[in-house]
């Protein structure tokens, strides 16, 4: 039987609070209803102008069990808060999640 699921975005974070407040500042209030299977995230319907795609935006906290459908993982954004953005924890993310990761958000940290 094959699965019926959207593209996936992994958000993690150091807890599912975290995870989950990052999503909703992405998505808005919409709730849209796609029809696929979803996992635990929710629907973010990207719209250009050449094409219109949904996505379902999943939080996980840092040790939790992956989602299941991880053949459709199309992103994977990794939140560090100033308590968790020390560089040992900083790169044990990054290399926990391999060559996939694209985006790192951090909150209040500064570039040097």
């Known amino acids: 039987m094959s699965e019926n699921y959207l593209p996936l975005i992994l958000v993690s974070a150091v807890d599912l609070a975290n995870a989950s407040k990052i999503i ?9 209803d796609s029809g696929r299977n979803l996992r635990k995230g929710r629907v973010w319907r990207l719209i250009n102008k050449y094409y219109r795609v949904d996505v379902e935006v999943c939080p996980i906290a840092d040790g939790e069990a992956a989602p299941p459908g991880m053949e459709y993982l199309e992103a994977h954004v990794i939140y560090i808060t100033e308590q968790t953005a020390a560089a040992e924890v900083a790169a044990a993310e990054a290399r926990r999640a391999a060559g996939d990761v694209r985006l790192v958000l951090t909150r209040g940290a500064h570039a040097s």
């Open 24 to 32: 909703s500042e992405i998505i808005d209030n919409e709730v849209i």
